[in-house]
């Protein structure tokens, strides 16, 4: 893995708008290896300080803040191994400072009863705009694909 991922920040090849679908892809990777890695507290640099994340339980954390003091709860819950597995990513553009990232997630809790089966399936929607010369979060939405919930 690259050293600067391990850093925290986000790498030179994940910004600049020749590479734009590959760099939001780059960003949005980042976000899920650095929690499955168990250092959730450095995804926080992927995102705006006003970006919104909402996930497929219902969470909504609004603000840096917010999405810190998640992503350091879930940094110090040792105990869950997760991993994070996204599929059939699409990216587009609205101009050259705004993308959106539209895939799939699925979610296997490897410290869980079942490690085989994915505990969450959802439809992931992600808002990226070009800011201070790097792709960032603004807009984290992940919607369940189905209805029942192992927990």
Request: with cysteine; proline share 5%; charged share 25%.
């Amino acid at each position: 893995m690259n050293e600067d991922l391990q850093a925290g920040v986000i790498p030179p090849h994940m910004t600049g708008l020749p590479t734009t679908g590959t760099a939001c892809q780059d960003v949005v990777r980042f976000v899920y290896e650095a929690i499955d890695g168990g250092r959730a507290s450095d995804a926080v640099a992927a995102y705006t300080e006003d970006a919104v994340f909402e996930t497929a339980r219902g969470g909504r954390m609004a603000g840096i803040e917010a999405i810190s003091a998640v992503m350091a709860a879930r940094q110090a819950d040792t105990g869950r191994v997760t991993r994070h597995v996204l599929a059939d990513l699409r990216v587009t553009t609205a101009g050259e400072a705004e993308a959106r990232l539209l895939g799939t997630l699925n979610v296997f809790v490897l410290s869980g009863p079942s490690p085989n089966d994915p505990e969450v399936r959802s439809a992931l929607d992600i808002q990226l705009s070009l800011r201070e010369g790097a792709w960032r979060i603004r807009r984290h939405s992940s919607t369940r694909l189905t209805n029942e919930d192992p927990r």
